[in-house]
């Protein structure tokens, strides 16, 4: 190949350059996606793994989005996170020795309250045993917690103080449930006061203990509390609309170490890349879910009107190009003016050239093929070659709805012993998951609340503050050793294991978004069929095969050969594992293609990454802190 099938336009075709696309890393997609970290630790702990943790592998094309602004976020909120973690752990561990034991009593219900949502699992209909268990524990717990805090309050109010201490105890008309009667009245602010300092509540009063639990409980509350308060701050200040764009001033960006500084500049050469290091079984990770992936091939017979010509990959490329273009261009609109107004994201069409290479046989992921005119040797060699692990494609991409709704369509010919092959790959981004895309309500609506409610807001998620905290160090501590025992920073080169942004994906579109990937993937394949006849027309070859071929693919739908699930479970405390493979097309399981209708049983496919995974079916309640 001589010349690249994607020309540079000269000065005379600016009608044709369209409007540039919003910049990654200020896509809206990219905003969400890095309140997502804040919000979910679950996704958090994935992107810190993927893209940290595991410095060998190359990672997924991030398109639409800045991967690397997306990890600064997930650092952040992660060392943010442990310390609010720790500082609750301790506060109740504090409470636990200087009230003799009153706060650990509430160890037991709140560990089970934490626990019931983890047994009951995050599927919709899980079976039956896990609910009943869910169901007791929670009611068990809800129920010790409720006596154990009616006991405390009671103590606190001097329910069970007397005058006589027939029972043994001064000064007490029944027993006592925490401690022996140090105080014979009602304490005041002093004898709390003196008893925190010196640890003595377990030898105190039982009011004495009871307030002391009461003062420890409302430190907890105010912890967590205040932790809500963060996250909501960063939502409404550097995540915002407003101050999001401004990428020098992101202060996330500036607060990692020498580790991150060294790892986002791999990300941003390797993420936008021409050269696409793939892993052989997931090549289009980070694309999205395949959408009707098909091919045809049809026999080159000479035409009767003329004398043919010979005709080769490029050709039919370029031919396919001034097309695709054609479609930046505006209807008319009766004015310059006009024309320019028109928002179609169909202007902001990008067509370029890529070129997949295996990962795997690169001793080091430094050693990668990214320097200067490398690209331009393996494309001139793989567009005519064929070759099974070297790949050449013409791509195509359209994003829209803030790039959160990405149509990548993927095109490659191949004319080999007298027939016309094309394959054409389009993949669809689905948008960022609800509970990402509700972080700004969420953020807002704490901010504006009364006292009361934050109040009230606290109280309600004190209970499981603790194994909550206790599970965010321990992930913590668990990422940390893997960081330091596992070997990644001398581990061979490995393929992407799974895209970030397809883990934060939705299961599913909007009506309105449902009708736009349609339109962009008519139109783009449109054109793309639409070149290939005109190049073979004006080769002198025959054209009537090719196109019945193509009037049976539109007559028999698109349909989905095969797509390898890849998702997360996002709601109250799921994980993140390993997927299966998803159900062939045509079975109950498999999705759909836009515009097909809503199927019921399909499970969240937001792309063909083999990367941890839940279970399918993501529950829209928000799994906050």
Known sequence: MTGSAVPRPSQGQDDLLGK???????????????????????????????LYVREQCFVAPSTGFDAARVLAHALRARRTELGWAGGIVAAWLLGA???????????????????????????????????????????????????????????????????SGADGYSGSYGPRPFGSDSFSDTPDASDLGFALITGNLSGGS??????????????????VGLQRGQFARVMTDELSRKNFP?????QAEHAAGARFRRLRQRIRLEQHAPVILYDERN???????????????????PSEEGPTEPLDNAQILRRIVPLLEALRVPSPHGSPEGAAAVRDRLRELVIDECVFLPAAGLPRRES????????????????????????????????????????????????????????????????????????????????????FGKAVWALTHTPASLARSLATLGRGVASGWKLLTAGNSGAPAEGPGFSVRELGADEEASLFQDMDINRYLKSIEDRVTGGVRLALKEAGWETDEFEQKIINIGAGGVFIGSAKDSAIGIGDHNDIRRSGPSAPAGSPGARKSPGSGKD??????????????????PQRKAGEK
């Open 283 to 301: 090549p289009f990770c980070g694309m999205g879910t395949p959408y009707g992936t098909w091919n045809l091939a049809v026999e080159l017979r």
């Open 246 to 250: 401004d990428l020098a001033a992101d």
């Open 368 to 451: 990668a093929p990214y320097g200067p005119g490398v690209f331009e040797e393996h494309r001139g060699r793989a567009v005519e070659e064929g070759g099974e692990g070297r790949r050449h494609f013409l791509r195509i991409r359209v994003g829209g709805w803030g790039e959160e709704v990405v149509v990548t369509v993927f095109v490659r010919v191949h004319t080999q012993g007298g027939m016309l092959m094309l394959e054409v790959a389009p993949h669809v981004l689905m948008p960022v998951h609800p509970l990402f895309r509700d972080a700004d309500r969420a953020a807002h609506r704490h901010r504006n609340n009364n006292w």
């Open 20 to 50: 540039p696309p919003v910049h990654p890393a200020t896509s809206e997609a990219s905003r969400l996606l890095c309140a997502g970290v804040h919000l979910h630790d679950g996704y958090r702990d994935a992107v810190i793994d993927q």
């Open 600 to 617: 019921p049983g399909a499970s969240k496919g937001p792309g063909t990454g083999k990367g941890p995974g839940a279970t399918p079916g």
């Open 206 to 223: 039982a009011t004495g203990a009871a307030w002391a639990a009461l003062f420890f409980l409302a430190v907890i509350a105010g912890l």
């Open 97 to 163: 020795v200087l009230t003799g034991g009153v706060i650990g009593t509430l160890f037991v219900p709140c560990i089970l309250l934490a626990v019931a949502p983890w047994i009951r699992g995050s599927a919709p209909n899980p079976p039956v045993y896990r609910r009943v268990v869910a169901f007791l524990m929670r009611w068990y717990g809800r129920l010790f917690l409720f006596l154990v805090g009616f006991w405390v309050l009671a103590s606190a109010l001097g329910l069970f103080d007397g005058d």
